[in-house]
């Protein structure tokens, strides 16, 4: 069973930047599907950046493409999200997610097993 702990949401405003993280526990992030997911109110859960730790490859969706950077630190167990230029429309919580191997589609939420509880980040204008 895998435990995955978020951090580092805030309050922020617009064109400010956040770096959240996200630590697992009895699971190890090698060679796994590692993710970063987002929901607002009222809102489907959105695939934001995804990556697979075998090979280092990342995916993002268009809306943070050039402003956000999934990255890993698999000796620690921990994924990052570095959010730059941050937009109200960002508001959202934001949830770490993590599965075996390499999933396909690596950005839907349908494709991790594992869940984080979610941090908030809040843009304000």
């Known amino acids: 069973q895998g435990d995955l702990v978020e951090s580092g949401g805030d309050s922020v405003q617009a064109g400010g930047s956040l770096r959240l993280s996200c630590a697992a526990s009895?699971?190890?992030?090698?060679?796994?599907?590692m993710g970063w997911f987002r929901q607002a109110p009222g809102k489907d859960r959105e695939g934001v950046a995804a990556?697979?730790?075998?090979?280092?490859?990342?995916f993002y969706a268009d809306s943070v493409k050039g402003r956000f950077t999934i990255s890993t630190d698999n000796a620690k167990n921990t994924v990052f999200l570095q959010m730059n230029s941050l937009k109200p429309e960002d508001t959202a919580m934001y949830y770490c997610?993590?599965?075996?191997?390499?999933?396909?589609?690596?950005?839907?939420?349908?494709?991790?097993?594992?869940w984080g509880q979610g941090t908030q980040v809040t843009v304000s204008s």
């Open positions: 997610a993590a599965a075996e191997g390499l999933v396909a589609p690596i950005t839907k939420a349908v494709s991790y097993k594992y």
């Open positions: 990556t697979y730790t075998g090979d280092g490859s990342t």
């Open positions: 009895g699971y190890t992030t090698s060679s796994s599907s």
